[in-house]
């Protein structure tokens, strides 16, 4: 059911209630999402919710306008995007993604040392050399000078390490289907267990963590590329 | 349906504008010399009285210390972010000015009477002048506006324009990112879909807009810019030039004097308009001392010259097409906003990086003013044209918040649709804690010193908890005007925590308050007066009209009859003209109109009569001037 925005009868905007994104367009938590259906849908209730529709109502109903149309915006920017989407449910579900990372970070900074990352096993050796010539790299350009096969050799391997990126987000697209089957079993009286849940939740967990590992990579990459 | 009536306001850096929608078209509201541009200057006359636009400009190269042009550059800006516009302008800042505080302008001689303003107080003047052009446009109090900003704009930047407007006596009902607001005007008429680029490039400020324009609805997908680059670049570097010149050739120093960079000042920005149709101009500026100031300066030269400030346009535009995942190929169509888009070489450029023939079919002077026009109706319930249109704007920044380290922790991404809201949970470090600090900042660099200060906010009253009990959740929502608001709650108690906040460079609210110029109440009382004033210097304007009248050849072909009528009529206004009612004022004007109308048209005839003997309309002339609705001149050109 999705949460009621606005009257039916009259067109005007009701108070927020406090519903997660899910909810607030009536979406079961299934990962696989009809992104044309929701953004339709955004657009739908932008219409109604939006301040500036509302601009000529009272002050009570331009606060709650403000107030649905952020929550609307946040929802539908959350929910369109794939990796978003699931760090959401992932929260959702108790995981606390973003909390880990931000305390490891601030621990990194206090202590002045590296943040340690849990390095893919299976990008361990491309992972060290690629650092080593970016380390070169960084220090050629400071001397002002180019070396276009270095150059040339760590575009190469970032362009593995995109493509790397898109087969995580295939490889999540799988763990999506798994996921969404078994909400499905539940939605139709079947019990699962909580040993299962927390299984289906920590493959998407390692997916995230081995693809924002490859990100922050590439993002590195660029860097240095465009110094 | 539309009740309210809201204008819309172009508050440039260059020029301002305001305009309204017409029936189902918007229109620029004239100013009382019939221009449609107010020029952005604010002087103080002999009397200490500001004057602006058109007839402030004089004071520029007259009074250089009793003016002031691109405030917009200042507004929401501190005395540390400005050290390089005062290389460049003649701003000249209080000298008691502390770090932190709002900046003050210095306007007036050195003698007493020399005053300060902050720069929402200098656009509140050329907001109130436009709002004074509606208001006599309308025949009514105009309260409530749409005002422009460059989509570019900070938060601090955007509280400063939304201050200006409370101290100018107007509620600002929406702040309309610039680009945003020429799409609405150039998608009023053409009802398509597709995707649109806005590149408007003004006198301060570049933006750059990548908007999906789908059934009515206009999203805005990134945007980009520099509100520190325009025209007023392209002035300087050429008046760095002739001083450069001057110096080396004649051995004249006028960097300290106002008035020569002034009289420069005019010349290259003539100059440069005249380049975009000319090939070559000729720089010819008097100077002190009777020494003139020759250069001839070629296109070619002159695009040699820019090329490294067009070129800045560059790498924001590349960032806004990145942000919305789109090459430029699958944009549909540049649209060109602001006056420097009429630069070839800008256009040349436009065309190369988007692959494409930009618009140019729209005044990209007005278009802004336009939108917000269009716009204001939205706001005010929408009519036949405006039906189905919204307007979904996104923030250009990113908002974070300071984490430990110094770093930045952004917590509503730029370009994420607005109003847009995060969420985050702060706890007390000791025992029995009751203030939580937090700094609010906005940028995109990762450490917080590299972004831009907002705001301090201190969390107070939290309940007395042992360390890492209190659960305070802290709400950040961006408004539809691109504007923090912050609100806190403590969890655990349920209570609310009190937020005392320090914006990094904007005015409280009661310094606001202190400001406003004409306030809400005051304004019927205001309006009434000024038409008072206005009714009777029309009353003077016919008055002569009729004493000179009553001296040409004409005034004898009148019966005795028409005579008297006129003399009474004649007396009637002198009477009326004493009282305050201005409605009363207007009648007896109207009535003398009617009864001269056969007076005009006898003077009409021989005037053209005379014209036709070799004598010019002048020296028939029947008054003054294109001032005003003018009663006996409407006669003349009906």
């Known amino acids: 059911m999705r949460a009621v925005h606005f009257c039916e009868a009259c067109g005007k905007v009701q108070p927020p209630v406090p519903v997660d994104y899910f909810t607030f367009f009536g979406l079961p938590r299934k990962l696989n999402l009809d992104v044309t259906a929701l953004d339709k849908d955004f657009y739908e209730l932008s219409r109604k919710l939006h301040p500036d529709l509302n601009a000529q109502a009272g002050s009570k109903e331009q606060e709650w306008s403000l107030q649905q149309s952020s929550l609307l915006n946040d929802a539908h920017r959350t929910l369109k995007d794939p990796i978003k989407r699931t760090q959401y449910l992932l929260k959702l579900e108790g995981v606390e993604l973003e909390e880990q990372s931000k305390t490891a970070t601030e621990q990194a900074r206090s202590t002045g040392q590296l943040k340690k990352q849990i390095v893919p096993p299976d990008l361990l050796e491309e992972v060290f050399e690629l650092n080593m010539q970016l380390e070169e790299l960084r220090a050629q350009k400071k001397m002002g000078e180019d070396d276009p096969a270095l150059i040339e050799e760590i575009g190469r391997q970032k362009f593995e390490l995109e493509e790397k990126q898109e087969g995580l987000l295939h490889e999540l697209q799988g763990r999506w289907k798994i996921w969404d089957g078994m909400i499905q079993r539940e939605h139709n009286g079947q019990p699962v267990s909580e040993e299962e849940r927390r299984q289906e939740r920590d493959k998407m967990v390692d997916v995230l963590n081995r693809r924002n590992y490859i990100r922050n990579l590439v993002r590195d990459v660029n860097e240095v590329l465009e110094q | ?638």
């Open chain 2, 1 to 638: 349906m539309a009740t309210d009536r809201i204008v819309g306001i172009d508050l440039g850096t260059t020029n301002s504008l305001v305009a309204f929608m017409q029936g189902e078209s918007p229109v620029v509201i004239p100013g009382d010399d019939g221009s449609n541009l107010v020029p952005s200057v604010v002087a103080l006359d002999q009397n200490d009285q500001p004057v602006i636009g058109n007839a402030a400009r004089k004071y520029l190269t007259e009074t250089p210390e009793r003016a002031v042009y691109s405030i917009k550059r200042l507004m929401g800006r501190g005395v540390d972010d400005v050290q390089e516009e005062l290389k460049f302008f003649p701003f000249r800042l209080a000298e008691d000015l502390q770090a932190g505080e709002v900046l003050r302008i210095r306007l007036g001689g050195k003698k007493a009477g020399e005053k300060t303003f902050t720069p929402p107080e200098i656009s509140a003047l050329i907001l109130r002048q436009l709002k004074r052009n509606a208001e006599r446009f309308f025949g009514a109090p105009v309260t409530k506006a749409v005002i422009t900003v460059p989509a570019y704009f900070n938060d601090a930047q955007r509280q400063a324009t939304k201050d200006a407007g409370r101290i100018a006596g107007l509620e600002v009902l929406r702040l309309v990112n610039e680009p945003t607001a020429a799409s609405l005007a150039y998608g009023l008429d053409k009802k398509q879909n597709g995707i649109v680029a806005v590149y408007d490039l003004g006198g301060g400020t570049f933006d750059i807009s990548i908007l999906k324009l789908h059934d009515g609805i206009f999203e805005v997908i990134s945007t980009n810019g520099d509100t520190h680059l325009g025209g007023d670049d392209i002035d300087n570097l050429l008046i760095t030039i002739a001083l450069d010149d001057t110096l080396g050739d004649l051995g004249l120093d006028l960097r300290r004097n106002a008035e020569a960079v002034q009289a420069i000042r005019n010349a290259v920005i003539e100059a440069k308009i005249a380049l975009s149709s000319q090939p070559s101009v000729k720089l010819d500026v008097e100077l002190p001392g009777g020494k003139c100031y020759l250069r001839e300066i070629t296109r070619e030269q002159f695009e040699k010259l820019i090329q490294p400030i067009i070129d800045r346009t560059i790498g924001p535009c590349k960032q806004a097409l990145k942000d919305a995942g789109l090459k430029p190929e699958q944009i549909d169509e540049v649209v060109l906003v602001g006056g420097s888009t009429r630069i070839p070489k800008v256009r040349a450029l436009v065309k190369e990086l988007f692959h494409r023939e930009p618009h140019t079919d729209l005044n990209p002077d007005e278009v802004v003013a336009l939108g917000a026009a269009v716009q204001a109706n939205i706001l005010a319930g929408g009519s036949e044209a405006t039906e189905n249109m919204l307007l979904l704007d996104v923030t250009p920044l990113s908002l974070g918040i300071e984490v430990a380290g110094g770093v930045t922790d952004k917590i509503i991404l730029r370009n994420s649709t607005i109003p847009a809201s995060a969420t985050q949970f702060y706890t007390t470090q000791v025992d029995g804690q009751a203030n939580v600090a937090i700094h609010v900042l906005q940028g995109e660099r990762e450490l917080a010193k590299d972004c831009r200060s907002l705001a301090r906010f201190d969390l107070k009253g939290i309940p007395s908890m042992a360390a890492g009990m209190a659960r305070i959740e802290v709400k950040f929502l961006i408004d539809a005007n691109g504007i923090l608001h912050v609100s806190a709650r403590e969890q655990r108690s349920g209570k609310e925590a009190e937020i005392q906040v320090q914006p990094s460079y904007g005015l409280t609210d009661e310094q606001v308050e202190g400001m406003i110029l004409d306030s809400f109440d005051s304004a019927e009382e205001d309006f009434r007066r000024r038409q008072v004033i206005e009714a009777r210097n029309e009353a003077d304007t016919i008055l002569a009209a009729l004493e000179k009248g009553k001296k040409s050849p004409a005034w004898g072909h009148l019966t005795t009859d028409e005579k008297k009528k006129i003399a009474k009529m004649e007396k009637a206004l002198i009477a009326v003209k004493a009282e305050d009612d201005y409605q009363a004022v207007r009648k007896a004007i109207d009535a003398l109109n009617q009864g001269t109308t056969r007076l005009a048209e006898l003077m009409m005839d021989t005037a053209v009569s005379t014209a036709l003997k070799g004598k010019t309309m002048d020296e028939a002339d029947m008054g003054e001037g294109p001032t005003a609705p003018h009663p006996m001149a409407k006669a003349e050109f009906e």
